[in-house]
């Protein structure tokens, strides 16, 4: 995911691909127990607005998930998007729309990196903002703000992370916009991979760590949607080579 970020538009500030630069590797499986081998079907969590997944790191990502799976949904996290851009001063109305069309621009700009993978692996462009019509998505929505409102666990595990992703190694005073602004961004993205989930896919694959939808996923706060107890989340290290 991407808060408070200045970065260009999808694609606009990109390393070429087709270099092979960089490496994809696993740095963690949640559960620890889970068997790659056993499945076939995984998501790719696309942020916008960051560069952790565009150019020859997105390429990485690519091979080491065509190694490893058959089937992959790519998930661009385009109607989230809207709470990065309205955080840095857009109307919400203005601010969906653009994280809309950044989306659509991002899946122009890669969408030829992802058929040289197609032999191996089949991608399927799924965004967010089509997850959102799941008619399970609003019952999810509540039912993560009503755990986040009662559920002090929750609470920290979604802070922390925010905390810690809004500072990115910076020592700076956060305003409460935006911290606001990303538990909600969290919360809205959890309640998507309840519906991911219940739309068998089984694992979501991301370049980092994403810690709440982690201890969601372990099963750490009860009340939780049933659907991220059954998530897998593999977290990816992306070097270079």
């Not at 994809?24 to 942020?47: E, F, I, N, W």
């Given at each position: 995911?991407?808060?408070?970020?200045?970065?260009?538009?999808?694609?606009?500030?990109?390393?070429?691909?087709?270099?092979?630069?960089?490496?994809?590797?696993?740095?963690?499986?949640?559960?620890?127990?889970?068997?790659?081998?056993?499945?076939?079907?995984?998501?790719?969590?696309?942020?916008?607005?960051?560069?952790?997944?565009?150019?020859?790191?997105?390429?990485?990502?690519?091979?080491?998930?065509?190694?490893?799976?058959?089937?992959?949904?790519?998930?661009?996290?385009?109607?989230?998007?809207?709470?990065?851009?309205a955080l840095q001063g857009m109307?919400?109305?203005?601010?969906?729309?653009?994280?809309?069309?950044?989306?659509?621009?991002?899946?122009?700009?890669?969408?030829?990196?992802?058929?040289?993978?197609?032999?191996?692996?089949?991608?399927?462009?799924?965004?967010?903002?089509?997850?959102?019509?799941?008619?399970?998505?609003?019952?999810?929505?509540?039912?993560?703000?009503?755990?986040?409102?009662?559920?002090?666990?929750?609470?920290?595990?979604?802070?922390?992370?925010?905390?810690?992703?809004?500072?990115?190694?910076?020592?700076?005073?956060?305003?409460?916009?935006?911290l606001h602004t990303t538990r909600?961004?969290?919360?809205?993205?959890?309640?998507?991979?309840?519906?991911?989930?219940?739309?068998?896919?089984?694992?979501?694959?991301?370049?980092?760590?994403?810690?709440?939808?982690?201890?969601?996923?372990?099963?750490?706060?009860?009340?939780?949607?049933?659907?991220?107890?059954?998530?897998?989340?593999?977290?990816?290290?992306?070097?270079?080579?």
């Open positions: 995911m991407t808060l408070q970020d200045t970065a260009p538009r999808p694609g606009s500030g990109a390393i070429d691909f087709g270099t092979h630069r960089y490496k994809a590797q696993l740095a963690k499986l949640s559960p620890s127990s889970l068997d790659l081998g056993q499945h076939r079907r995984c998501m790719l969590g696309v942020s916008l607005g960051t560069h952790n997944i565009e150019g020859a790191r997105l390429e990485a990502v690519l091979e080491w998930i065509s190694a490893n799976f058959q089937h992959c949904a790519v998930v661009v996290g385009d109607s989230v998007y809207r709470l990065t851009l109307d919400a109305e203005a601010a969906r729309s653009r994280a809309l069309a950044d989306g659509r621009a991002f899946e122009a700009s890669y969408a030829p990196l992802f058929r040289q993978y197609a032999a191996r692996c089949r991608f399927e462009w799924l965004p967010l903002s089509k997850v959102a019509e799941d008619p399970r998505f609003p019952g999810h929505l509540q039912t993560l703000q009503a755990l986040y409102a009662a559920d002090a666990g929750f609470q920290h595990s979604v802070q922390d992370f925010a905390r810690a992703y809004l500072h990115r190694g910076e020592d700076r005073e956060l305003s409460d916009a935006a909600d961004y969290l919360i809205e993205e959890s309640a998507l991979f309840a519906c991911l989930r219940e739309q068998d896919w089984p694992i979501l694959v991301y370049p980092g760590s994403i810690d709440s939808i982690i201890d969601l996923c372990e099963g750490r706060f009860p009340g939780a949607p049933e659907p991220l107890t059954r998530l897998a989340f593999v977290a990816l290290e992306v070097k270079r080579k």
